[in-house]
Nanobody, 116 residues
Framework: QVKLVESGGGVVQAGDSLRLSCAASESAKIFSAMGWYRQAAGKQRELLAVLTSGNYASYVDLVKGRFTISRNDAENSVYLQMNSLKPEDTAVYYC??????????WGQGTQVTVSS
C-alpha cells in the first residue's frame, strides 16, 4: 500500500487561502486518480475534487471555483489550493488514491479550521 501524508492544514480566517499537500511514498502514477475528501465533525466524509492520471480535474459544486487540485509527479505530490475559505469548510481533509474504481489508499488527514 502506498503511504500518503497530508500537510498544510491550520487555523485561518474566513476569506483566507490554504494550500494542502499530499506526499506519496512512491510514484502516484500507479493510481488511476487522486482525490481530496473532507469530513466535518458529525458528518460523512465527502469527495471534493478528483484529478485523473490523464490530468482531468473535476469538483463538487460546493468547492467549484474556489478549490483547485493539481499534481507534481516529480515530487510524487498532489495539492489542493483552497481560496475564499468559509467557516463551513472546517473539517479534516484527506487525500486518497484510486486504483481502478476503488479508493483504497488514504492519508491520515490534516485539520482545517476556518474562523468567522
Amino acid at each position: 500500500q502506498v503511504k500518503l501524508v497530508e500537510s498544510g492544514g491550520g487555523v485561518v480566517q474566513a476569506g483566507d487561502s490554504l494550500r494542502l499537500s499530499c506526499a506519496a511514498s512512491e510514484s502516484a502514477k500507479i493510481f488511476s486518480a487522486m482525490g481530496w475528501y473532507r469530513q466535518a465533525a458529525g458528518k460523512q466524509r465527502e469527495l471534493l475534487a478528483v484529478l485523473t492520471s490523464g490530468n482531468y480535474a473535476s469538483y463538487v459544486d460546493l468547492v467549484k471555483g474556489r478549490f483547485t487540485i493539481s499534481r507534481n509527479d516529480a515530487e510524487n505530490s498532489v495539492y489542493l489550493q483552497m481560496n475564499s475559505l468559509k467557516p463551513e469548510d472546517t473539517a479534516v481533509y484527506y487525500c486518497a488514491g484510486r486504483r481502478g474504481a476503488d479508493w483504497n489508499d488514504w492519508g491520515q488527514g490534516t485539520q482545517v479550521t476556518v474562523s468567522s
